[in-house]
Nanobody, 118 residues
Framework: QVQFVESGGGLVQPGGSLRLSCTASGMYFAIHTMGWYRQAPGKQRELVATIGNGGGITNYVDSVKGRFSISRDNAKNTVYLELNGLKPEDTAVYYC???????????WGQGTLVTVSS
């Protein structure tokens, strides 16, 4: 079955940076648009960024534009999310998934927790 393994989260001070990774298995990774989602405490999960199957087309939610960068390595079945200029409101569990428009296609992985706090 399809599995996603996210990593790279942690505790960081405001203004800091992190790089998240997500490795997929059980799917033909290279044909899928991939997305990073996040779920903050007490809030619904939201789509943060997407990247087309070839890596050339990216989209971001307004709140992270200019601070986050999504990329992928199809040879490694891995999608990345570079987080810069982190703010306390970025605190959330971050997940990846294949996406059709904004709809996730498969079951979620365990996610990786990002905590932004001084």
């Amino acid at each position: 079955q399809v599995q996603f393994v996210e990593s790279g989260g942690g505790l960081v001070q405001p203004g800091g940076s992190l790089r998240l990774s997500c490795t997929a298995s059980g799917m033909y990774f290279a044909i899928h648009t991939m997305g990073w989602y996040r779920q903050a405490p007490g809030k619904q999960r939201e789509l943060v960024a997407t990247i087309g199957n070839g890596g050339g087309i990216t989209n971001y939610v307004d709140s992270v534009k200019g601070r986050f960068s999504i990329s992928r390595d199809n040879a490694k079945n891995t999608v990345y999310l570079e987080l810069n200029g982190l703010k306390p409101e970025d605190t959330a569990v971050y997940y990846c998934n294949a996406a059709m428009r904004s709809t996730p296609l498969y079951a979620w992985g365990q996610g990786t927790l990002v905590t932004v706090s001084s």
